[in-house]
């Protein structure tokens, strides 16, 4: 059927039997129309990944679905099927005009990714409520709306609400909303469009600061120091420690606790800071990289066009000397005067790409040396900050086990004047229950620890191995693709001339 529809809609006359010929591909179709055709299901759409206007009116299409590839659609017309939820639209970020005319939509929702909406065609549907009109005010674009003959239409303030609540809309209906009515809806709802305003611009607020924290999120990941600006990793280290959670209570040992806390996330923080510091250097280095490889690109670009613009000067005024040339051994003399500039082009282009390929090479090797030694000093000096985190948490584990065994004595000497919590006294059986559970915690800490090392440090390796990959495989793809390129045009060239000898000769 899509193969039929298309070379229905192709080109016609001449140009449709050629294209009936050689097949039209799908991807290329930018229009397609497949209306009244009893479509039940939306199908096989994939390949169509260019297209920009979508007809499928006029079916019994009761799901909208299969429309993820067409990214490019502008115009999609649904109208007058059996749908009853809005859906499957995600992707369709270009879309501009939707007509859902004549279906069994009781809701406007899931229409969020249709940032360029500005017609949108509801009518004859089964919505109901006139709070689908707030929903609507997302849509900056949206300038045309059509609702009638929905139950909300027959409401008394129907035209007047959506005037007020949608400002910048001009057609309603298909009916242009002329400024004294807007003035007349903005009044009688000022109260409450004020109250909405404010409500909406806190939210604004709200997805503002998320977004600048997940933009800042994602700069501290690229620096691969995410949570070590804080607490996190220290409160990591207690999560799943429930022995360490039950001897905080212990006398003394609140204190001990926040004076570690307090050291430890302060090299935490030298370890955040040193992080972003090196990303930065990093990214200078590669933004210099960058710059000198596109500047030596460029300049061996512009003596290759120099080269060739001279050539072809010569060459040009070499043919037209052949063609009015009458002597055969004069033709055949200047023909191969031409294929020597031809070879002599040919090698002048090859040597500047070796030249170019040597002097990325140096360049390339420069970089990768510079960047290794970077991330490998990035990652000694953080091993050492590690180390001084593990250090704390040495100390705080020998200073807390010579307090739970001071307890342990207290409580079987009967000396202990405090009351401990149910959980902490079941430690206290004997000294190797504590010392296990202090043991336990001890480890959970240092697991931690070295987890988030660890990660780090396989995190940057992997990134320095992919970028350096990456650079390697793009000058060799940037290699084969120019010297592919020299002999097509050395080709180009000589074909050319090829032509030229043998039409001289025969004529």
């Known amino acids: ?21 050689e097949g039209i591909l799908f991807k290329d179709v930018l229009s397609l129309q497949l209306d009244f055709r009893n479509i039940l299901r ?44 809005i859906e499957g639209l995600d992707t369709l970020v270009n879309l501009e005009d939707l007509s859902l005319f004549n279906n069994r939509i009781s809701k406007i929702d899931s229409l969020d990714a249709l940032v360029k909406l500005q017609v949108l065609s509801l009518g004859n549907n089964r919505i109901d409520n006139m709070m689908n009109i707030i929903y609507l005010r997302r849509f900056k674009c949206l300038r045309t709306l059509s609702l009638s003959r929905n139950p909300i239409s027959e409401a008394e303030d129907y035209k007047m609400f959506i005037c007020a609540y949608l400002p910048d809309l001009v057609y309603l209906d298909y009916r242009r909303i002329d400024d004294h009515t807007k003035k007349l809806a903005e009044a009688k709802h000022q109260y409450s469009i004020d109250e909405l305003k404010h409500r909406e611009n806190l939210m604004q607020a709200q997805l503002e600061d998320e977004q600048a924290r997940r933009e800042e999120l994602e700069k501290h990941k690229t620096a691969f120091v995410e949570h070590l600006n804080g607490s996190f990793l220290f409160d990591s280290m207690y999560a799943e420690d429930s022995e360490g959670n039950k001897l905080s209570y212990l006398p003394g040992v609140g204190e001990l606790l926040e004076t570690y806390k307090d050291k430890f996330v302060i090299i935490c923080v030298n370890i955040f800071e040193y992080g972003l510091k090196q990303q930065e250097k990093r990214k200078t280095e590669l933004d210099t990289f960058s710059e000198c490889v596109h500047e030596a690109i460029q300049e ?41 500039d031809i070879s002599e082009l040919f090698d002048a282009l090859m040597t500047l790409e070796m030249q170019l390929v040597e002097q990325l090479e140096e360049t390339i090797n420069m970089f990768e040396r510079n960047i290794v030694d970077m991330v490998g000093l990035f990652i000694e000096n953080v091993q050492s900050l590690m180390a001084q985190c593990r250090d704390l948490e040495n100390h705080h584990h020998e200073k807390l086990l010579e307090i739970s065994i001071s307890t342990l004595e207290k409580i079987v000497e009967g000396d202990l004047g405090e009351d401990l919590p149910n959980d902490l006294r079941a430690l206290f059986v004997d000294k190797d229950t504590i010392v296990n559970a202090v043991g336990a915690s001890h480890d959970i800490h240092l697991l931690k620890i070295d987890n988030r090392e660890d990660e780090l440090v396989t995190r940057i390796n992997s990134w320095c191995t992919r970028l350096i990959d990456k650079i390697h495989k793009d000058e060799i793809m940037r290699n084969r693709k120019r010297v592919k390129e020299i002999n097509q045009y050395i080709d180009h060239m000589q074909s050319e001339l090829d032509n030229l000898e043998c039409g001289d000769i025969l004529d």
């Open 1 to 21: 059927m899509l193969k039929l529809a298309v070379g229905d809609q192709g080109p016609q006359e001449e140009a449709g039997q050629l294209a009936k010929q």
């Open 300 to 340: 061996n670009q512009e003596q290759g066009k120099r080269k060739i613009a001279k050539f072809e000067e010569k060459h040009l005024s070499s043919l037209s000397a052949i063609r009015e040339e009458s002597e055969l051994r004069n033709i055949e003399k200047m023909i191969l005067e031409c294929s020597a």
């Open 42 to 85: 939306i199908d096989n759409l994939w390949q169509f990944e260019n297209l920009r206007k979508l007809q499928l009116d006029n079916n019994i299409i009761e799901k909208i679905e299969g429309l993820e590839n067409l990214a490019h659609l502008v115009w999609l017309d649904l109208s007058f099927n059996n749908i009853e939820t």
